[in-house]
């Protein structure tokens, strides 16, 4: 019997020329690519427009394509052994280690001056002692001046000069930029943050509490003594004028991606719905990433973008509520990180996430 002709595509490594605008802008490199956000910001910046993707390193995947351990991303590079020497030669190196393993790794670029954009924790907070607290001994505290908080849309000005960037965590991400126009209006006596994420946001092993037969059909608050992204929340908050700490409470959804972030704040003053959308409309109103909706978001409005989708209302009690929806590996990792990138560049921030 006959099946006809079999078709053979080309090598993908042959169908893609990078980068696909012209001559690139820099060359860059993921180190850590094989977990969830890692991988994704290898996809982003290998079909990116103007920077070509050199490397991408793991730690237990070397020898293997990243589009055999994740298909769906098309990204035909091999993973190789770290080499600092040569990660080195690059203009910028996205990291994405986890806590603790990320430092040294970091301080060994900027050693060779490479710009480095870390997706772990080790660099969102500035003061030490609270990092301590949450996370244990910091493998690098010197570098600690040098971060920027990598929230693009509160620290353009410092990206663009900037040799390395702290990409915030996935929660503290959609809080701050829920919370932070209400902070530098002096509107919050106090807050709080119900938080909920599906388990790609706690990385690619699984654990007992994000595994399918504890998900789903499941929801769950955890860490309910102190989520580490707290701390992220209150340095950013306290930075835009509010005096206290909001209660921040997490829980785990049966998705595999997305996040919404349902803020409830007490005002120091009555306001107005039309106050709110004043100051909403005066954060945000010319943001490329951030949407003021008119209806409360679902995680499914945005997922597969760099988007936080954002709704604020009154509740009959006189509290300002305001929701925030993201992707936690996009706007809250992969996403996040390649605009902090194009920030720093000086590129267009929406280059290779539109």
Not at 72 to 79: C, D, K, Q
Not at 90 to 105: C, S
Not at 184 to 205: L, M
Not at 302 to 319: E, F, K, Q
Request: net charge negative.
């Amino acid at each position: 019997m006959s099946w006809g002709p079999v078709c053979v595509s080309k090598p993908l490594a042959t169908q893609v020329k990078q980068p696909q605008g012209g001559s690139p802008v820099a060359r860059v490199a993921v180190a850590g690519a094989s977990g969830f956000a890692g991988a994704l910001t290898a996809s982003l910046l290998w079909n990116h427009p103007s920077v070509t993707l050199e490397a991408i390193t793991a730690r237990s995947e070397v020898g293997r394509r990243l589009d055999d351990l994740y298909p769906r991303y098309r990204v035909p590079l091999t993973f190789e052994q770290l080499d600092l020497d040569r990660l080195g030669e690059l203009d910028l190196v996205v990291v994405g280690y986890p806590h603790g393993a990320a430092a040294q790794t970091v301080a060994a670029l900027r050693e060779r001056d490479v710009r480095v954009v870390d997706l772990s924790a080790d660099f969102r907070l500035r003061d030490l002692d609270t990092y301590a607290r949450w996370y244990g001994e910091h493998g690098a505290p010197s570098l600690l001046p040098e971060a920027v908080f990598g929230l693009t849309e509160l620290y353009r000005d410092r990206l663009k000069e900037a040799s390395l960037v702290a990409n915030p965590g996935c929660y503290a991400t959609a809080a701050i930029l829920a919370l932070a126009p209400l902070a530098r209006a002096g509107i919050i006596e106090s807050a709080i943050v119900d938080g909920k994420s599906g388990v790609s946001g706690a990385g690619r092993e699984a654990s007992e509490t994000t595994h399918f037969v504890s998900v789903d059909e499941n929801v769950r608050p955890y860490s309910v003594a102190g989520h580490r992204h707290s701390a992220e929340v209150d340095q950013e908050l306290q930075a835009s004028g509010f005096a206290g700490v909001a209660t921040f409470v997490t829980h785990l959804l049966p998705l595999d991606q997305g996040l919404l972030a349902s803020c409830y704040v007490t005002p120091t003053a009555p306001v107005t719905n039309e106050q709110i959308a004043g100051v909403f409309e005066q954060a945000y109103g010319a943001e490329q990433f951030v949407e003021l909706v008119e209806r409360p978001p679902g995680v499914r409005d945005v997922r597969d973008t760099n988007i936080c989708a954002i709704n604020t209302a009154l509740a009959p009690d006189g509290r300002v509520l305001v929701f925030a929806a993201i992707d936690n590996l996009w706007k809250g990792a992969a996403g996040q990180a390649v605009q902090n990138m194009n920030a720093m560049l000086a590129l267009d921030e929406g280059a290779g996430l539109l």
